[in-house]
């Protein structure tokens, strides 16, 4: 396994934080000390499988601020388990991202993020970077259009007219990753993210993938339940942390 720290050149320039990412999803204390000595990168991500008892003891070895920022669980779906499902609202319309409609996912991304951005304002080096960091949100999701990324691909969610949510996803051979989705803040009609779901589900059956993959913060409760109740299992947590290289 491939156990360095890799430059994050686009966080690094939206953000003006010199920013790397840890490549394995273990601490390898010998390699990750001396990954940190050798680079001068500001602020190092680490995203650690769950099982390690002994994390936070290496991390506490390094002698460097560290936060844990997130704590996410994976869930996972055997599609040639399940049939199609009817959509929540009958009604909705989901349009493929292209160039004609990459505005309205940039708001829309705005609309469902901009009073919880992330969990990883935690660490104090960028409690005042949130606005960059949404800009940087945005850049990234509007990149998931299959004619700029080979099976990368964004549908928007329409409902009476009104775009209401959207969910960004790719594949890899057989395997299916909803990567993000959103339902606007103020939205107060039940049941989008059910029908999100629900079509990337019909989607991946159609295209023949045979697991679809997908992740949510702890603390988003109401994700959970709809992931479980859509025939979806976890199967592995994820810990999101940030060491400050100074």
Sequence with gaps: ?????????????????????????????????????QNDFELV????????????????????PYYTVGMVQEYRINFNKIKTKPLYHPEVVFHRLNESNVSRLEQLVRDCFKLSPGSFFINPMLKTRQAEYLHLLVAYISGYRNDIRDDHFCHLLQYKGEYVGFIAHRYQGENGFADYAGVKNLT??????????????NYCIGKGIKWGHASAQLQNTVVHKVY??????????????HINNS
Excluded: C
């Excluded at 993210?193 to 589900?201: A, K």
């Excluded at 479980?228 to 942390?241: A, G, L, Y």
């Design 1 to 37: 396994m491939d156990k360095q720290i890799q430059h994050s050149r686009l966080e690094t320039e939206m953000t003006g934080i010199r920013t790397g990412r840890w490549t394995a999803n273990h601490i390898y204390l010998p390699q990750l000390k001396a990954a940190l000595d």
């Design 45 to 64: 991500k680490l995203n650690l499988n769950g099982d390690d008892p002994e994390t936070y003891i290496k991390l506490d070895q390094l002698n460097k």
């Design 188 to 201: 107060r009609q039940p049941g989008f993210y059910i029908d999100l779901v629900r079509f990337i589900q």
């Design 228 to 241: 479980q109740k859509e025939d979806m299992v976890p199967f592995r947590s994820v810990i999101n942390i």
